[in-house]
């Protein structure tokens, strides 16, 4: 049983604490204990299961991915219908998620709308578990800008707020601009793509896909956290990413 079976079906005894731990909490409809309760759960003939410390990041991962879409959402003060929509449609087309974590990842959405927690608290307890893996920061940011640009724009509010994101996880500037001209026509999406400036040179063009190849590649993004549920989200930014290349190497005759 997954993670997410596990939280659906009731029967984890402890998963996180803090403002996630919180919407989750509403969102699946029972009450995590705290960790300091976890022997004594653990203890007891018959008691609840207790998610691992991978299945652990991957509900901090799921729970903080739409908390945090809620929030740039509602930057503005309202959420609208196309926000909405573009919610729905990254879950539907980007993620593939089944009806039931369709129906999860709403509730989460709905419970941290109306949370009063703020998106940094959300972004601090997020970077607090994956602070040594910038490919899964990288992904998280993948997802907010990709769904905040959804209209082909990104209001002052959402920049905000993402820019906040970049400097509670310590992302650069630099990349972040480049990740956004993916969706945002700033440059050259394939440079962006290759987190290259168009000034790079045939060799570093050459490592720097090396090195992008390494980190996103299927197996380790699966290992480290990342919810099954985002797989093939990840997955087709691994192709993605190969496609620049493949893209850059032609228009430089290499």
Wanted: hydrophobic letters at 40%; proline letters at 2%.
């Amino acid at each position: 049983m997954s993670w997410l079976g596990k939280m659906i079906g009731g029967t984890i005894g402890f998963a996180l604490g803090g403002p996630l731990g919180a919407v989750a909490g509403a969102a699946f409809g029972h009450t995590f204990v705290d960790k300091k309760e976890q022997a004594y759960l653990s203890s007891r003939p018959g008691t609840q299961q207790m998610l691992s410390s991978n299945e652990q990041a991957q509900l901090v991962f799921f729970t903080a991915a739409f908390s945090m879409l809620a929030k740039i959402s509602k930057a503005d003060g309202k959420v609208s219908d196309n926000e909405i929509s573009a919610v729905e449609t990254f879950m539907k087309r980007d993620l593939q998620l089944d009806l039931n974590s369709q129906q999860t990842a709403i509730n989460i959405f709905r419970q941290a709308v109306t949370s009063p927690e703020s998106f940094d608290a959300f972004a601090l307890q997020f970077y607090s578990v994956f602070r040594t893996q910038p490919n899964i920061i990288d992904l998280m940011m993948d997802v907010m800008l990709r769904v905040s640009t959804a209209d082909g724009s990104i209001s002052n509010e959402e920049e905000a707020l993402l820019l906040s994101a970049t400097r509670i996880f310590n992302y650069s500037t630099a990349d972040f601009e480049r990740l956004k001209s993916k969706y945002v026509k700033q440059t050259n999406k394939y440079y962006a793509v290759l987190k290259c400036d168009e000034t790079a040179s045939n060799e570093e063009i050459k490592k720097q896909y090396r090195k992008l190849v390494s980190e996103y590649h299927p197996d380790k993004i699966e290992a480290k956290g990342l919810p099954e549920e985002f797989i093939k989200f990840a997955n087709d930014k691994f192709k993605e990413i190969q496609e620049a290349y493949d893209t850059v190497k032609k228009e430089r005759g290499l």
